[in-house]
Each structure stands twice: as structure tokens, then as C-alpha cells.
């Protein structure tokens, strides 16, 4: 696995159930990450921000504040309410944020929608089991207390999302099988595919691709056995009923094409349309008109682009 760009680690930020353990940098919370749908101008660093994770960060784990890195080398915190999430509408865990971060004062970057992984291209460039993925996101046992210290965890494709896998809410979840050991805490972290170019089952080299969300891991439980017993070799229950819950080193994670639904829901399709308008309204009512998908039309500066998101975006409180 090649050295990971700072970008990808900027794209993470942490969630925290309120200010006080946010501004602690308490052992409590989960991930998320930030996407964008670009605008022409600057891929990277311009477009329809949003925070994404995991819909039982925000409604089971009560936590909607947000920490990002400050270019000041501190951190900021954005105080987001429950009721600001729009979660998906068929029940996958996954919940989404509209926001505005002033890119002058946060460390941030956005995950653009052209690194989202397609089925198309995994039939593409037959990625399958065994393809190398990382998950980046928050290690709460060393997960940096003056600010934000992404770790990453190296794994491989186990399988793809060709049977659901049922969470804790009792809803079957598509979902890719990696074997990369999540933890409490990475919930809700980015998760990326960076296949090896050389492989005896494919024609050409596949690109790196945002994979999707990470939701957790696969549990296993086991027997609690007597202690004497197996110190003589014998593995005998204590009880039945008794079991101890195990890692089983197998995260699932959500497919980028469920992160894609979210975007264009109607809500946030209309605010995209609404920012759109105020930037040609901005131009004195001028014919001059502007549209993501199409680079050759006359650009806006990044200020014009940067008010109009402060004018659509959502309130957070």
C-alpha cells in the first residue's frame, strides 16, 4: 500500500454528542466525512458541501456536533442539530449534512462525486476480493485531543454486496465485506479502494475509488467457558445462555452509490438549483448562467460562489 495523501485525511472530521466533549476531545463519538459535488472552478476546494456518516451516529449515539481542523492549528466546532440530518429514505444507515466551511480559516477538503465507486466500474476493472482498501477515520483511544489525528486501518475486499447484511435496527443493509478491524468510534468513517494495477484477473489498471461508509463490524458471540476446565484442555461452557460478544475483523461498508442517493434527494437538489439562482441574480440579472456539468459556461468568482452558499445553506445551531 502506497503513503496516503494528507487530502484523504482532511476529508474526515469527528462527531461528538455536544460542545463541551467536542472542545475536550472526550472518548465518545463517531466519524464522518465531507463530499462534494464540485463546482468548475476549484474541484478540491469549491462546490455543495456535506457531512456524511452513519444515521445511528446521529439518532441512536445523540451525536451531531461536528469537529474540524482549524488552519490556526486548533480546531473548530460546528454545533449541528438532529433535526438538521437528512437520513436515507430507505433505511440505510447513513445520514447527510448540508454545510459551509470557510476554507480560509478549516483545514478541510471534499471527497468529489466522480471518486465514488460505481457498479459499473467494478465490473469495469473486475475489482473483487482481495483488492487492498483502508479506512481513515477516528482511533478514540489516541484520537488527538487539541485536534483532529485521522489513523488509518489497512485491510482487503472480502466480498461484495451481493447479499445484505442485517444491522443492529433489524434492516437488511447492502454492503461490502473488508477485512479491516473497525472499532467504536470509526463508525461513519470514508472507506477507499486502492487496487493493485497487476493482477491475473484483470486487463488494466483500476482506479482508486472512494468505496463508501464505514458502519461498523460483524459480531460474533461465543461461549463463556469454565476456567478450570480449560486449563485441563476442555472447552465447557459455563452456561449455555452465556456468551461473550467478539470482533469478528470483518467491517461492512455502505456502498458509495447509497452516499450518491443522498445527494440527490429532492431537498438538496432544490437548494443546489436555489444557490444557482442567487449567483446569476448576483450578476445584476444578467443572461450569464452557470451549471456545474458544464465547464465551458462562464465561471463565477469563488466569492460569489461562496455567498450564495451562505445564503441556501442550512442553519446550524
Not at 483545514?107 to 469495469?124: D, L, V
Not at 443493509?173 to 487496487?195: D, H, I, K
Not at 484477473?201 to 475509488?209: G, H, L, M, S
Request: charged share 25%.
Amino acid at each position: 500500500m502506497p503513503a496516503i495523501p494528507q487530502e484523504i485525511l482532511d476529508t474526515v472530521v469527528y462527531l461528538y454528542p455536544d460542545t463541551e466533549s467536542a472542545s475536550n476531545g472526550e472518548r465518545v463519538g463517531g466519524s464522518g466525512c465531507i463530499v462534494v459535488i464540485p463546482t468548475q472552478e476549484k474541484p478540491q476546494t469549491v462546490g455543495f458541501m456535506y457531512v456524511v456518516t452513519n444515521s445511528h451516529v446521529i439518532r441512536e449515539g445523540k451525536c451531531s456536533v461536528i469537529r474540524v481542523n482549524a488552519r490556526d492549528r486548533g480546531v473548530g466546532i460546528v454545533h449541528g442539530t438532529e433535526s438538521g440530518w437528512i437520513h436515507h429514505p430507505d433505511g440505510d444507515d447513513l445520514a447527510i449534512l448540508p454545510i459551509y466551511l470557510e476554507y480560509d480559516k478549516v483545514k478541510a477538503k471534499g471527497i468529489p462525486e466522480s471518486w465514488f465507486i460505481t457498479k459499473e466500474t467494478i465490473e469495469e476493472y473486475n475489482i473483487g476480493p482481495g483488492d487492498e482498501a483502508f479506512l481513515v477515520g477516528r482511533f478514540v483511544s489516541h484520537e488527538g485531543k487539541q485536534k483532529n489525528l485521522p489513523s488509518i486501518r489497512f485491510g482487503n475486499l472480502s466480498m461484495l454486496p451481493y447479499e445484505p447484511v442485517r444491522t443492529r435496527r433489524g434492516l437488511l443493509q447492502e454492503a461490502f465485506l473488508v477485512e479491516c478491524r473497525s472499532l467504536p468510534g470509526y463508525s461513519g468513517s470514508p472507506v477507499f479502494l486502492a487496487p493493485m494495477p497487476f493482477s491475473a484477473v484483470r486487463k488494466q489498471a483500476p482506479p482508486a475509488k472512494f468505496l463508501g461508509i464505514d458502519m461498523g463490524h460483524l459480531k460474533d458471540h461465543r461461549p463463556v467457558l469454565n476456567k478450570a476446565e480449560l486449563l485441563q484442555g476442555r472447552h465447557v461452557p459455563v452456561d449455555d445462555n452465556w456468551t461473550v460478544e467478539t470482533n469478528t475483523g470483518m467491517s461492512c461498508v455502505i456502498p458509495a452509490w447509497k452516499v450518491r442517493d443522498l445527494l440527490y434527494v429532492e431537498e438538496l437538489v432544490e437548494s443546489r438549483k436555489e444557490a444557482l439562482k442567487v449567483l446569476e441574480e448576483a450578476k445584476n440579472g444578467s443572461s450569464v448562467s452557470f451549471d456545474i456539468a458544464e465547464p465551458d459556461k462562464p465561471r463565477f468568482t469563488q466569492a460569489d460562489f461562496e455567498d450564495a452558499l451562505k445564503k441556501v445553506s442550512r442553519k446550524l445551531k
